[in-house]
């Protein structure tokens, strides 16, 4: 099946710092990627699609300068989140979708921000 | 206003009683899907229907996609302990998935 593999699982970082999360497809390409926000017991909330290639196409409200996108090849997509505050705080989950096997999701990247 | 209205939002029950999730939207989608999530794990997929009136099944899940598939139904049979989760429904429009609010399911033992 298709896998696409997410780190990291879990990243702790102080107020005004940069994350990086990264999003690759271990054995397909995939010119688009999505980028999803899940709080506590909430569903999964679609953030941006990832474009390789070009720039990413973001949901209503989501901030493109708070959260930048860089789909650089077709097995990699990174989700940056820039001067992290606690609101930020969040669990970040990417997906891709493979020809054969629909979409498949990442293990999910645990945000805290102190 | 949710694309994809999912009920119930929550679910507490006994081992071995039955449940039926419901996913109901106004518009029609090429496929739905069928995910269940873990604490702290991406959704896994568990079935996507795509024919109007599809059935399918899965052991002790039941799968339905309605006949204008704008709706779609999942019923567990004899639940145990072990279906305990987040169970979402998710509808493809274009080249996005559009996700219900999800079902938080407690089977008790």
């Known amino acids: 099946g298709a896998v696409v593999s997410q780190h990291p699982s879990r990243v702790i970082c102080k107020s005004g710092t940069s994350v990086k999360i990264e999003c690759r497809s271990l054995?397909?390409?995939?010119?688009?990627m999505f980028w999803y926000r899940q709080f506590p017991k909430q569903s999964l909330m679609l953030m941006a699609t990832?474009?390789?290639?070009?720039?990413?196409?973001?949901e209503q409200g989501v901030e493109k300068d708070k959260f930048l996108i860089n789909h650089a090849s077709l097995t990699l997509s990174t989700l940056t989140v820039t001067s992290a505050h606690p609101e930020d705080s969040s669990f970040y989950i990417c997906?891709?979708?493979?020809?054969?096997?629909?979409?498949?999701f990442g293990s999910g990247t645990r945000l805290t921000v102190v | 206003t949710q694309l994809l209205e999912q009920s119930p939002q929550f679910l507490s029950i006994q081992e071995g009683e039955n449940l039926t999730v419901y996913c109901n939207s106004s518009?029609?989608?090429?496929?739905l899907q069928w995910y269940r999530q873990e604490p702290g794990e991406g959704p896994v997929l568990l079935v996507t229907?795509?024919?109007?009136?599809e059935v399918k099944k899965l052991k002790r899940l039941t799968f339905q996609f309605g006949d204008a598939r704008k709706d779609s139904s999942l019923h567990i049979t004899a639940a145990q302990p072990g279906d305990t989760g987040l169970y979402l429904c998710?509808?493809?429009?274009?080249?996005?998935?559009?996700f219900g609010a999800g079902t938080i399911l407690r089977v008790k033992s």
């Open positions: 990832s474009n390789e290639g070009s720039k990413a196409t973001y």
């Open positions: 054995d397909f390409q995939a010119t688009t």
């Open positions: 518009s029609v989608f090429s496929s």
């Open positions: 998710a509808g493809a429009k274009g080249n996005k998935l559009v």
């Open positions: 997906s891709a979708r493979e020809r054969f096997y629909g979409y498949t």
């Open positions: 229907v795509v024919t109007g009136g």
